[in-house]
């Protein structure tokens, strides 16, 4: 975790998104730890997100994926629909508008996405502001350079024109790593 930690205090534009993502790097070494060389992979991309999975396959060369939402041709939205139809509730930040079921607060989400969790979460908005300031760090950046959550103008961005922000359990393990790193800082 040295790595993530100079990136962390780097204050670099998006550095809290470097962070996270390269907290990651040490679970690829816990998976192969139990991964067998036969093992099938399947994830969650669905139609659409062709390029994300030929992204995680060239990045990935051992793994087997198989992307099977991709080749029913099966959209966010239909997996949606299929999980209602079989009476699984869908997960509260969708029922609240969010695109994604991702981690609240997500270091990936633009100036619309945390004007949002501003609203419908403000302890969490407080504590990513405050997390910023402790480590010099931002996760957003305008034209005119880095902005700090505290300084966020209301109304910027708009959310529902923002990009979906993927994510996954190794978003969650990268949470917790970060959250480890920032206490021993």
Same mark, same amino acid.
């Given at each position: 975790?040295?790595?993530?930690? &100079?990136?962390?205090?780097? +204050? ?21 730890? @139990? ?23 060239? $990045? ?5 994926? =198989? ?13 949606? $629909? ?9 997960? $509260?930040?969708?029922?609240? +508008? ?6 609240? %607060?997500?270091?990936? +989400? %633009?100036? %619309?996405? =945390? ?8 302890? &969490? ?22 902005? @700090? ?18 994510? +996954?359990? @190794? ?13 021993? $800082?």
């Amino acid at each position: 975790m040295i790595v993530s930690r &100079q990136i962390a205090k780097s +204050g670099s534009g998006n550095s809290l998104i470097l962070f996270a993502t390269v907290a990651c790097l040490p679970l690829k070494e816990v998976r192969q730890s @139990f991964q067998r060389y036969d093992d099938l992979h399947v994830f969650g991309y669905t139609a659409g997100e062709e390029a994300r999975a030929d992204r995680f396959i060239d $990045a990935n060369i051992d793994v087997d994926l =198989w992307p099977i939402l991709i080749e029913c041709g099966l959209t966010h939205d239909d997996c949606l $629909a299929l999980t209602r139809r079989a009476g699984i509730e869908i997960p $509260a930040m969708y029922k609240l +508008g969010y695109k994604n079921n991702n981690c609240i %607060g997500c270091v990936k +989400g %633009g100036a %619309g996405y =945390w004007n949002k969790i501003r609203l419908d979460f403000p302890e &969490q908005f407080r504590r990513m502001a405050s997390l910023e300031r402790k480590l010099g760090a931002t996760i957003l950046k305008d034209p005119s350079g880095r902005v @700090f959550l505290d300084e966020l103008n209301p109304e910027s961005g708009r959310y529902e024109a923002e990009p979906e922000v993927q994510c +996954g359990i @190794f978003c969650e393990m990268a949470h917790l790593e970060m959250n480890a790193a920032v206490r021993h $800082a």
